[in-house]
């Protein structure tokens, strides 16, 4: 199926560090959803972008997603031990399933 | 409410014994997922249940069978269980085809020796 790549594959941040994880498809999506899963948990859904450079916030998390709907990023600022976790990209598939990208592994040392 | 509930949380399993994992949802979705996680990588699609009555392969079928027992419940069955199932189970549900957030239950860590 259609994939996305996400860069990086592992990142580790002091606290107070930002962090910023990207998502890459080869073609054009017509959604991008962005999912946290804390480490021994399962995927929580965080946001969903629709639309062309479309930017969303939720506290310290901004969501981007590109011209041309083909990258997405997520931005942390001021990383807290709370952020810990694995970020997902995510984008429909063609059976009314979602599309996982293998995540960005985010540790932040106290 | 619970939201979706898995059991078990844990099992082992030896080669070529069988097992059903259980999922049930108790808010009134009707669209329900099976996945499976293997380390450092995303989740994959084993099985999917757009509506009571109707199951789909997904990206990953092979030694999995499936049952949409009704409008709540859907489960996973292996079988012939085999080393390579090893990994963590999550079913999920979504309401709709045109919503987009798929909730998710606490998921089935599987080993098979």
């Known amino acids: 199926g259609q994939q996305v790549m996400q860069i990086p594959q592992y990142q580790h941040v002091q606290e107070g560090e930002d962090f910023t994880t990207y998502c890459n498809s080869s073609?054009?999506?017509?959604?991008i959803q962005w999912y946290k899963q804390r480490p021994g948990g399962h995927p929580v859904f965080l946001i969903q972008?629709?639309?062309?450079?479309e930017v969303k916030k939720q506290k310290r998390l901004t969501f981007q997603f590109g011209e041309a709907k083909k990258n997405s990023s997520l931005h942390i600022t001021a990383t807290q031990t709370t952020d810990v976790g694995t970020y997902f990209c995510?984008?429909?598939?063609?059976?009314?399933?979602?599309?996982f990208g293998k995540g960005t592994k985010l540790s932040v040392k106290p | 409410n619970a939201g979706v509930t898995q059991t078990p949380k844990f099992q082992v399993l030896k080669t070529g014994q069988s097992m059903t994992l259980q999922c049930a949802q108790d808010?009134?979705?009707?669209?329900m997922y099976w996945y499976r996680q293997d380390p450092g990588m995303g989740l994959r699609l084993i099985y999917y249940?757009?509506?009571?009555?109707?199951?789909d392969k997904g990206e990953v079928p092979n030694g999995y069978n499936v049952s949409r027992l009704n409008k709540r419940e859907f489960s996973l069955r292996l079988e012939s269980a085999a080393p390579s199932q090893t990994s963590v189970y999550f079913c999920?549900?979504?309401?709709?085809?045109?919503?987009?957030?798929?909730?998710f239950g606490p998921g089935t860590r599987l080993t098979v020796t």
């Open positions: 995510v984008h429909d598939g063609s059976q009314g399933n979602l599309i």
């Open positions: 073609t054009t999506l017509s959604n």
């Open positions: 972008l629709v639309k062309s450079g």
């Open positions: 808010m009134n979705h009707n669209s």
């Open positions: 249940s757009a509506s009571e009555g109707t199951t």
């Open positions: 999920a549900s979504l309401r709709d085809r045109n919503s987009y957030e798929q909730y």
